[in-house]
């Protein structure tokens, strides 16, 4: 199913200013999910990864593009009803990112 998604995000204990909207297109089928989005240095990522629901919390893990730490790096997010939480590291610096989305 492919799926229109609208996130907005706060990053907690880093530098930098970032973008904190992030427009998606995700596709997900059998609990695979690939797709693109501008990412917080507001440039295009692409996504493959698997994603586990468990009741009400989901749990997302795999691969991804368009950040400056290397040219792939792994991803993971839980999120609960539309929000969302994400660990993140940049130049050193370790924090989180915390956020809501919209899907359509």
Known sequence: ML???ISLS?????GDDYNSVHPQIRWN???YIAGVYLNS???LSAFVGHRWEIK????????VTGYNVAPIVPFF???Y???YLAPAIHEGD?????????TF
């Open 29 to 31: 089928q059998d609990d």
């Open 77 to 79: 997010k839980v999120d």
């Open 56 to 63: 009400e919390v989901g749990f997302e893990f795999g691969l």
């Open 81 to 83: 009803n539309g929000f």
């Open 10 to 14: 706060l990053h907690v204990g880093m």
């Open 41 to 43: 240095h507001t440039e």
């Open 94 to 102: 370790v924090g989180a990112i915390f956020g809501y989305e919209w």
């Open 3 to 5: 799926e229109l998604i």
